[in-house]
């Protein structure tokens, strides 16, 4: 397993917030997101529109490999990634190839969900991006299924966190258990 923490959700549920909040407990925390490392190992990927990908299994194996040259030893990092994502129509959600979790191997998967008004008025305001309440609503749930089903097939464990998400409720404990292991 590579000493990596997969901070998931959809978009606009506060994965950059709980990593922010995370990152200031301990200096052998590094922090990577998933679009970052796309851009920076190939700058000629473009995305027809903010969320959705052109080719998602390329992307997602260009984010691995990216993610896999900077580990450092003694270091754990949370990666900042998605489950699922907007499909090219925009009216679906797409998932990523199981060889990218697999290769990605993380020691935790966490796995962050919020009441989709919430993240729709998130997403407006960010963004300026107006999906409806329904399908955010979807992605969710196929988010949530997917880091199931991921977790469960590469025997990884899955730290759900509902609600708030400025409050990490004990993750952080999980975390200097994981960086004390190091």
Do not use: C, W
Request: glycine fraction near 8%; proline fraction near 3%.
């Amino acid at each position: 397993m590579n000493n990596i923490v997969f901070i998931g959700g959809i978009y606009g549920v506060g994965k950059t917030t709980v990593a922010n909040a995370l990152l200031e407990m301990d200096s052998r925390l590094g922090y990577m997101r998933a679009s970052q490392l796309l851009f920076d190992a190939d700058p000629s990927v473009q995305r027809a529109t903010k969320y959705s990908h052109d080719d998602l299994a390329y992307n997602q194996g260009l984010i691995a490999d990216e993610a896999l040259k900077r580990i450092e030893a003694g270091k754990l990092y949370l990666f900042d990634g998605h489950f699922s994502f907007i499909n090219k129509t925009e009216d679906g959600v797409e998932l990523p190839p199981f060889s990218y979790f697999e290769k990605l191997n993380p020691i935790l998967f966490v796995i962050l969900t919020e009441d989709v008004s919430v993240i729709h008025e998130r997403l407006k305001k960010r963004d300026d991006y107006h999906y409806g309440q329904d399908f955010l609503e979807l992605m969710q749930k196929e988010e949530l299924k997917e880091a199931q089903s991921v977790s469960e097939k590469l025997g990884t464990p899955l730290y759900n966190l509902i609600g708030d998400n400025t409050k990490t409720d004990g993750l952080e404990e999980r975390i200097v258990e994981l960086l004390n292991k190091l």
